[in-house]
């Protein structure tokens, strides 16, 4: 199934995922909606964050990729206010 991620620094040497910290973990969130993501990314920016780009990408790349760096990630479900 495709997500959609946060990336930051798209494309670049200095690219990263964007994650949430909670309880000492840090969660990689995929959205199964890109408008979700995109609202997402808006709140971010909001809050003076750097630009996000939003990434379509296959679930079992994201789960893998979480796995070899030591993160949670988790699907976040269409229309889920993530604030």
Do not use: W
């Not at 200095?14 to 000492?24: C, D, F, R, T, W």
């Amino acid at each position: 199934m495709r997500v959609y991620i946060l990336l930051f620094n798209a494309g670049t040497d200095n690219e990263g995922i964007h994650s949430l910290q909670a309880n000492g973990r840090n969660t990689v969130l995929m959205f199964e909606d890109e408008d979700d993501a995109l609202r997402f990314g808006l709140m971010l920016e909001a809050q003076d964050f750097p630009s996000p780009t939003v990434e379509a990408i296959e679930e079992e790349d994201v789960t893998e990729f979480c796995q070899g760096a030591g993160l949670d990630c988790k699907l976040v479900p269409t229309g889920t206010l993530v604030t």
